[in-house]
């Protein structure tokens, strides 16, 4: 009963022919070591004509059974018409989408007589243990080789195989059934990568060849080497052997699987060093391969499977110059590596397909989310969003964080702080930037902040006769974008390492400028060269700070002057480049506090510190919000038609404060000569339902001007009521928008709000301020502070 094919297994089952009965003494562990739960929920794996599963059914579990054999649930079914509480499914654990799995997850998890035949354990093992809810166990229960006739070795496990199958679990609990091992696992499924070397060479120098290899679903293969560590197929060259030839040979030596040295393409040569002596290692991507993966050499490997490129940093000990090669394939999937260097070679790889049905799924659902939520309505960027291998492009998350349709963006770098400095931007947003763009087929567009995933789908959406440029500071960002676009790209993607506030270089900027141009990461200001290289009429979507909040903004170019078309609310990872800039920020009590000045500098605070320790004055504005209002504008409204304006931050908590702020929030402030006035909100109605609840926008202030800071704070507020907001979040009123070049006189400015950053003027009117601004009040030897609106 060795079988492997599932034709062998239809035939077993529809030949009328089961497993070795479930005993007593299985019976008695599963009720001893994994009672059912209140609501328990168990997975049945493999579970053949569903024994086990009516005994999991008896002992108060919920039971979904899965078996890849149509004639075993066809049976299953017949045979135990009866019993409740099971759920039968036909479903390859390995290789189909486990949509059909219940996804709030298991209290247990039984693979009973069917470990031996799974071809990708450490993989399945993983994926099982992720399903587990909090307190769950999975049990294996397996023949093993010294109970078993050696014509039968197929059906059970060895001791080092039943080692492995315990690596990586918190707890281990190894008993006997009536000869089994029964084995129950719980805790976490896997262990920390970490990168380890073999013993000494005696050599004075090492060459050799790494290939690197994946499967229909994109899954890398790695040996289970018998120095206990995970490695690629590979090895020494021989004497007048070219590397790509040589990781041919050896992928075949050490696994059985053929491949045309055409397509063995060298992408990355290493250099490092083992115990002393130098070393160079050739990576090698093999894009076509034929045969099935067999342990040729048991002598130095225990066997060869299949692993997910997310589940590379859990793996366990992995051979240096393997793990080294894998990141030079996929960087960022193998975490804290040791230092090597990179020589990649400039080759032409042709694309390599490969995923698994759960992404192509998981991609339809992340798509028609987009859409439902309107992001998307031109069915070009739909169809780019259904079609762009989106976990291609951040291959170290699982592929529901890397399809996920709502705000989560995947953090792929980020700073010693733990800050992030790159990720794949939510699809919600990519998707409404890209639409902005206002793209026509064969449009050539510059994009500001690499990644790959972002340019792929601009490229999609103007089509073949279409190019898109990206440039990124960042030499590990731009060697990840260039590996998967190479990878999983469409070819029309060109990635140069650059300051991209500095453009795109002059050789790559058509005739008459880009078609349009997207800057991903969030700017304070907007680079001269983003204009200079935008063609007329052209678009530039870009995140743009304004008094501390980002909006991403839709231009369009009228000669020198960029005019707004669409405004959205955003948050992006800053940028690194040489536009990048520190806000100025002033502390307050003992740093309970700080006031940041997001645009110009810092005010004078002299005296503030005393006025925050005397008496707090209050300004009711009525005007009123309830649950879910949006409030973004008001915001953007204050940060541009309030002089001073700033923000006031607090970092500790409310009742330990003298300003309400809660911990770690922000809120738009005014300042004035040793005074601040800032707004908050009261709730003035509560109730059980969210609809019943209601909170009323207040301004506190504090300091001799703190009165007339705070009516002038208040006024802002009554005029967004009355002009901007709308009762729909979606319909709140933009302010006409242009931006202008620097030095720009103001008699030639339009009539407006003036915000000057480095680079440019930027002008807005808002609904509502055309009217007389009121008397001002006056701040001495700092210019004047106006009231009301």
């Not at 078309?565 to 700080?594: I, K």
């Not at 601004?773 to 106006?786: F, H, I, W």
Request: with cysteine; net charge negative.
């Amino acid at each position: 009963m060795t079988y492997i094919a599932r034709d062998q297994w239809e035939q077993h089952y529809g030949d009328g022919k089961g497993f070795r009965r479930v005993g007593e003494r299985e019976r008695d562990l599963l009720a001893e070591h994994a009672p059912a739960p209140d609501g328990g929920r168990a997975l049945d794996v493999g579970c053949g004509t569903g024994e086990m599963s009516v005994c999991l059914a008896s002992l108060g579990y919920t039971v979904d059974a899965v078996d890849f054999a149509a004639s075993a649930i066809a049976r299953a079914r017949a045979e135990h018409a009866d019993v409740e509480g099971v759920r039968w499914l036909r479903l390859d654990i390995e290789r189909d989408d486990p949509a059909p799995l219940h996804e709030k997850g298991y209290d247990l998890v039984v693979l009973r007589l069917m470990y031996p035949f799974v071809k990708d354990r450490r993989r399945l093992m993983h994926r099982l243990g992720e399903r587990l809810r909090d307190g769950g166990a999975l049990v294996v229960i397996t023949p093993v080789v010294e109970n078993t006739p050696a014509e039968r070795r197929g059906i059970a496990l060895d001791e080092d195989e039943i080692a492995l199958a315990a690596a990586g679990w918190e707890t281990v609990e190894r008993l006997d059934a009536d000869g089994l091992a029964f084995l129950v696992l719980r805790g976490p499924c896997h262990t920390d990568t970490r990168t380890v070397e073999k013993r000494p060479t005696t050599g004075h120098a090492l060459t050799g060849a790494l290939a690197v290899v994946t499967d229909e679903a994109g899954r890398v293969l790695l040996g289970r080497s018998r120095h206990g560590m995970l490695d690629l197929p590979g090895g020494k060259t021989t004497a007048s052997e070219d590397f790509a030839a040589a990781a041919v040979r050896e992928l075949a030596e050490d696994t059985g699987l053929v491949a045309d040295p055409a397509d063995a393409h060298v992408v990355t040569m290493l250099v490092d060093d083992s115990h002393g002596v130098p070393r160079l290692t050739a990576v090698v991507r093999i894009t076509a391969w034929t045969g099935t993966p067999a342990n040729r050499e048991p002598e130095l490997f225990d066997r060869w499977e299949f692993y997910d490129l997310h589940a590379l940093a859990r793996v366990g000990a992995v051979f240096v110059p393997a793990a080294q090669a894998l990141d030079a394939v996929w960087p960022g999937v193998v975490p804290d590596l040791p230092p090597v260097v990179s020589y990649p070679v400039a080759v032409e790889q042709p694309m390599v397909p490969g995923e698994p049905a759960e992404a192509v799924r998981l991609r339809q659902a992340m798509a028609e989310t987009v859409i439902d939520g309107g992001w998307a309505p031109s069915e070009p960027v739909r169809d780019a969003l259904r079609t762009v291998p989106r976990h291609r492009f951040a291959p170290e998350a699982d592929l529901s964080a890397a399809y996920d349709g709502g705000d989560r963006a995947v953090i792929t770098r980020r700073d010693e702080a733990g800050a992030a400095l790159s990720s794949v931007s939510s699809a919600w947003l990519q998707a409404d930037m890209i639409e902005n763009l206002c793209l026509k087929p064969g449009a050539i567009v510059f994009e500001a902040g690499s990644g790959g995933y972002n340019a792929e789908l601009i490229a999609h959406v103007a089509g073949p006769d279409g190019r898109v440029v990206t440039v990124d500071i960042d030499p590990w960002v731009v060697r990840r974008t260039r590996r998967f676009t190479t990878e999983a790209g469409s070819g029309r993607v060109t990635v140069v390492e650059a300051d991209a506030a500095l453009g795109a270089p002059a050789h790559l900027v058509p005739r008459g400028g880009f078609d349009g141009s997207v800057i991903t990461y969030s700017c304070w200001d907007i680079a001269p060269a983003w204009r200079e290289q935008l063609a007329g009429g052209g678009r530039l979507v870009l995140p743009l700070e304004i008094g501390g909040y980002t909006r991403a903004i839709a231009f369009e170019r009228r000669g020198q002057v960029l005019h707004a078309r669409h405004f959205t609310y955003c948050g992006f990872v800053r940028d690194q480049g040489q536009q990048a800039r520190a806000t100025p920020v002033v502390s307050l009590l003992d740093g309970g506090l700080t006031l940041r000045f997001d645009d110009g500098a810092a005010a004078p605070t002299a005296g503030l510190e005393e006025a925050l320790r005397g008496p707090r004055h209050e300004v009711a504005t009525g005007v009123v919000m309830g649950a879910g209002v949006f409030f973004g504008s008001l915001q953007l409204y204050a940060a541009t038609t309030l002089p001073s304006s700033c923000r006031l931050a607090a970092h500790q908590d409310p009742d330990e404060g003298v300003t309400g702020i809660a911990k770690d929030r922000d809120a738009p402030a005014i300042v004035g000569d040793a005074s601040l006035a800032y707004l908050t909100h009261v709730q003035t109605q509560d109730g059980e339902r969210p609809e019943d609840k209601e909170w009323e926008w207040v301004v506190h202030a504090f300091g001799k001007q703190g009165p007339q800071l705070a009516e002038r704070l208040a006024a802002t507020v009554r005029a967004w009521d009355r002009h901007v907001r709308a009762d729909d979040n979606s319909k709140h009123a933009d302010p006409a928008l242009t931006v202008h070049p620097a030095g720009t006189p103001d008699d030639l400015l339009p009539a407006g709000d003036v915000l000057d950053k480095e680079h440019c003027r930027l002008v807005f009117r808002w609904p509502g301020r055309d009217a007389l601004l009121p008397r001002p009040v006056e701040r001495p030897g700092a210019g004047v502070v106006t009231e009301g609106v």
